[in-house]
């Protein structure tokens, strides 16, 4: 029995891990790389695992860096299922489509450019998928409710539990059978912060022979959540002037709908007066949509509002956008307009338009409230770049620039040594993925001190035999 880390290895993107023992092959995840300058090159490349060999897939959650390269299995051959929650099926759909879509546009104009420079009408780009190659997935999709086992192949027991990341994000337990020997292997996901709005807090196993565990930020905890509201509230207020605007690049699926129950409950308490809240993104408001179908999974919290008769993804001055004219129209607003639009790591989307037009003036505050990966556009300006390049224009940063890290729907350095301390009675093997090598280094040497545990930093195409 082994695991073979196809992504996510020294990164915090492209999760991907085989699992192989004597009667079954599953992957664990098959997201994209995204943020660095390879990443686009790695993506074209199905790892060397034969797809038409796995038994299944099983998909943690819905994010594009565990779900995103999913429509290249088909053409590689694979025709097994996919288990993942109800509510991670319909997300991931989302999702992919919209990532075909953007896809498509990112080749047509590469094309054009390419054809305009060798004076022909040669077509060489192509996208990694198509709307009709996410279409034809989707039917591969089994639904698995959180704490319900199931037998994704033969020798094979899973179990997802409630990771708190986003809608329907799990954790997952796999006990394999191998010739009498039983091993449990956990798998992390990514797990949530406790205490978060919306959703329930992450659950955890009390026993595994190996735990896969995240690290994303494994070195660090992260500020109070009610301090970063404070913070957020004070910014919106400061904001309030005729040129006054805030750009929040937000994940359509996670972020703003986090920020909607947040916005909203400043608004209900009287703390943020008569607000104007955008949502700049055709994909975060189905998102949203689908959000409140999801009502099931949402925490205590957010039920008391509802019985009290409240909507807490809904609030009076809340309005949405569809079209790119609609969008382009929010360019003329002032007066402290807020406005939330993806892509979270500003590498693409909506939000570059509304950065190429608001960056290179004082009144403009971008509030940066989520991970920024290596090699992206946030990632610059949260390390105080003073000049970028947003879609071809390069644009002196005169914006007021705010990182706000309490928002993050990542569980901090404490939380994730908590969570894998239900386990540490059982002495696991404890493999770190999902992180920069930093991060991972921090969160290797907090858990050995902490739980008397060592840890496993695998690079890519590492293997651990379990």
């Not at 959180?146 to 799990?170: C, E, K, M, N």
């Not at 009390?206 to 009610?226: I, K, N, Q």
């Not at 921090?442 to 651990?464: C, F, H, K, V």
């Amino acid at each position: 029995m082994q695991l073979r880390f196809f992504g996510a290895a020294g990164e915090v993107t492209g999760s991907c891990t085989l699992v192989e023992a004597a009667k079954a092959r599953l992957l664990v995840d098959f997201g994209m790389h995204q943020g660095f300058k390879t990443a686009e090159r790695r993506n074209r490349s199905v790892p060397p695992f034969r797809a038409s060999q796995l038994d299944a897939v099983i998909l943690t959650h819905a994010h594009l860096d565990h779900s995103g390269r999913l429509p290249m299995l088909i053409g590689a051959g694979f025709t097994g299922p996919i288990f993942a929650t109800p509510a991670t099926i319909e997300l991931t759909q989302i999702l992919l489509e919209d990532a075909a879509h953007l896809q498509q546009m990112a080749t047509e104009r590469a094309n054009r450019k390419r054809s305009q420079r060798s004076g022909h009408s040669q077509r060489v780009s192509r996208p990694l998928y198509t709307v009709s190659d996410v279409q034809a997935l989707m039917p591969r999709f089994r639904p698995v409710e959180y704490d319900q086992p199931w037998q994704p192949a033969p020798g094979v027991t899973a179990r997802f539990v409630d990771a708190g990341h986003i809608l329907g994000s799990a954790s997952v337990e796999l006990v394999l059978e191998d010739f009498g020997q039983r091993r449990t292997v956990v798998f992390s996901g990514d797990i949530g912060p406790r205490g978060a709005p919306l959703l329930a807090d992450p659950a955890t196993f009390d026993h595994a022979d190996v735990v896969v565990l995240e690290s994303t930020y494994g070195d660090r905890d992260h500020r109070p959540l009610p301090d970063s509201i404070d913070e957020l509230a004070g910014i919106l207020r400061q904001a309030r002037t005729p040129a006054g605007k805030v750009l929040i690049p937000a994940f359509a699926v996670g972020r703003t709908q986090q920020l909607i129950y947040i916005l909203g409950d400043l608004v209900r308490h009287h703390h943020l007066e008569a607000p104007q809240v955008y949502i700049d993104s055709p994909m975060a408001t189905e998102a949203t949509d689908l959000y409140r179908r999801f009502g099931n999974l949402f925490d205590d919290e957010t039920w008391q509002i509802i019985r009290a008769g409240g909507t807490p993804l809904r609030f009076p001055g809340l309005r949405t956008t569809r079209t790119p004219d609609e969008s382009r129209s929010l360019n003329s607003l002032g007066g402290g307009a807020i406005i939330i639009s993806g892509s979270g790591m500003m590498n693409g989307g909506r939000i570059l338009h509304h950065l190429r037009h608001g960056l290179g003036r004082p009144e403009t505050h971008v509030v940066i409230v989520g991970f920024q990966a290596e090699g992206t556009l946030g990632r610059r300006l949260v390390e105080g770049a003073t000049q970028v390049d947003v879609l071809g224009r390069v644009i002196d940063v005169q914006a007021q620039i705010h990182t706000l890290n309490g928002f993050s729907a990542h569980a901090g350095q404490s939380e994730l040594v908590a969570w894998l301390s239900t386990m540490a009675g059982s002495r696991p093997r404890v493999i770190l993925n999902h992180g920069e090598n930093r991060q991972r280094q921090a969160l290797s040497e907090n858990i050995r001190q902490s739980l008397g545990l060592d840890t496993e930093t695998p690079g890519y195409a590492d293997i651990a035999r379990v």
